[in-house]
């Protein structure tokens, strides 16, 4: 069972270049986050999923953009990348929203943008 | 969500318990506590959860006051696999689809 699945591990970007990080879960989840984590701070939420179609933003969305064509996979675009944007992204997914539920995490992207 | 308070740092010794304390006194009746630990960078691992019992599982136990304002995370027996910066986090059940809010959590080191 591989739960969260992230892709790539590491990436380097030059200022203004695009990539996408992938995101797969094979549990099923309809709930599905993208966070990331900048050094020494806790993670912060980007856009989250509450299903296949849906999207939403989090707490720091700009300058990036995702999309849920399927349940398993939750892509995650950074369009022109940016030095503010260096940092560990994390995916989860999680079966229900709310508490009572637990959410589970990939390994992380750590982007370096130069 | 309510806010929570955690220790910036906290050492322990191998093999002794670890108590995490956690506050959060505005914690609603719907809300529940979480816990997630963070070793070295990797993606955070869920713990244990609860809403007004004491919970144990295989990893911790978690002991929630009459009053719900606070919590404690014990490891009972620490190892040093277990050094990792842990999160305190309150969750309301039922909706709330918009994640889970981190703080910057307890830096647990576990001494030798």
């Known amino acids: 069972n591989a739960g969260v699945t992230q892709t790539p591990k590491f990436r380097i970007l030059k200022i203004g270049q695009s990539m996408t990080l992938q995101c797969t879960q094979d549990m099923n989840h309809n709930y599905m986050y993208w966070y990331r984590q900048d050094p020494g701070m806790g993670l912060k939420l980007i856009y989250y999923?509450?299903?296949?179609?849906?999207?939403d933003k989090g707490e720091v969305p700009n300058g990036y953009n995702v999309s849920r064509s399927t349940t398993e996979d939750f892509p995650l675009r950074l369009e022109l990348a940016a030095p503010s944007q260096t940092s560990v992204y994390f995916c989860?997914?999680?079966?229900?929203?709310?508490?009572?539920?637990?959410?589970?995490f990939g390994q992380g992207t750590r982007l370096t943008v130069v | 969500d309510a806010k929570t308070t955690q220790p910036p740092s906290m050492d322990c010794a191998e093999g002794r318990a670890a108590n995490l304390p956690c506050n959060h006194s505005?914690?609603?009746?719907?809300?529940?506590v979480y816990w997630y630990r963070q070793i070295h960078s990797q993606g955070p691992q869920y713990i244990i959860h609860g809403l007004k019992n004491n919970e144990t599982n295989e990893m911790a136990s978690l002991i929630i006051t009459e009053d719900r304002k606070s919590s404690t995370l014990i490891l009972p027996h620490a190892t040093l696999r277990d050094t990792a910066v842990y999160y305190c986090?309150?969750?309301?059940?039922?909706?709330?689809?918009?994640?889970?809010?981190f703080g910057k959590g307890t830096h647990l080191i576990i001494q030798p």
């Open positions: 986090i309150v969750r309301a059940s039922g909706g709330g689809a918009d994640g889970l809010t």
């Open positions: 999923s509450v299903g296949a179609g849906i999207t």
């Open positions: 989860a997914s999680s079966a229900l929203g709310g508490g009572g539920t637990e959410a589970f």
């Open positions: 505005t914690i609603s009746g719907n809300e529940y």
